[in-house]
């Protein structure tokens, strides 16, 4: 069963405005990662948010975790057409068995010029 | 650096036929996971490796799947036989780490059985 659940399943949004991305959990955490799958290609890392953290930023993207409501959200700030894609959240669960990474079914993201 | 190289991209083959799918991982990294993303399922864990063993298989599907590492350069998945259900996308990854690290993934082999 899936660990992590994205919320909304799509999204659709005009560029220059702010993309809000949503993951419920759970179980317990180690750590939660994001991931953006473009169209054909592999997913690619985003940021990694350990659990006794509760926000972090890597450029346009801003990562937030509330272990109490086991959720993360993934804001992508002034979008652009090149952020279209899908994206996935990723979680290493306490007592998940070889701390394996369990992925989400994903947001699709369309970012309209 | 390169990063995770997968062969072949696009895999198009007849039911019951051998399939062996190539991954070659980022140098250096110990970890190397073998997943399968499909619309119904999304993206699910096949097998990982840890310094060319296997570590967890409890992904595998059936016995037609098999997985080997016969070094730190190279892995393989094998299906055999093939059947049109095992349409997917099959995506290499590596890392320093388990669960705890980034994963870098390969761009994947679209695999069409008919």
């Known amino acids: 069963s899936q660990q992590g659940e994205e919320d909304p399943q799509a999204l659709s949004i005009q560029e220059g405005e702010n993309a809000t991305m949503n993951c419920s959990y759970k179980?317990?955490?180690?750590?939660l990662q994001w991931y953006r799958q473009n169209s054909g290609r592999g997913l690619v890392h985003l940021i990694l948010?350990?659990?006794?953290?509760r926000e972090k930023h890597s450029g346009r993207l801003r990562v937030t975790l509330d272990t109490s409501k086991k959720s993360s959200s993934l804001l992508i700030t002034a979008s652009r057409a090149a952020d279209t894609a899908s994206y996935f959240c990723?979680?290493?669960?306490?007592?998940?068995?070889?701390?394996?990474?369990?992925f989400g079914a994903g947001t699709r993201l369309a970012v309209h010029p | 650096d390169a990063g995770v190289i997968q062969s072949p991209r696009h895999e198009v083959t007849e039911m019951g036929q051998e399939v062996t799918l190539r991954c070659k991982p980022i140098?250096?990294?110990?970890?190397l996971f073998w997943y399968r993303q499909t619309m119904m399922r999304g993206l699910e864990l096949l097998i990982y490796?840890?310094?060319?063993?296997?570590?967890?298989d409890s992904g595998m599907p059936e016995d037609r799947f098999s997985a080997k590492m016969p070094n730190a350069s190279f892995s393989t998945l094998k299906i055999q036989p093939s059947e049109p259900r095992d349409s997917a996308v099959y995506f290499c990854?590596?890392?320093?780490?388990?669960?705890?690290?980034?994963?870098?993934f390969g761009d994947g082999t679209r695999l069409s059985i008919l």
């Open positions: 990854a590596s890392s320093l780490g388990p669960g705890n690290q980034p994963q870098h």
């Open positions: 179980t317990s955490i180690n750590n």
């Open positions: 948010i350990r659990s006794n953290e």
């Open positions: 990723a979680t290493d669960a306490v007592g998940g068995g070889y701390n394996k990474l369990i």
């Open positions: 140098s250096g990294h110990d970890y």
């Open positions: 490796f840890n310094n060319n063993v296997p570590i967890d």
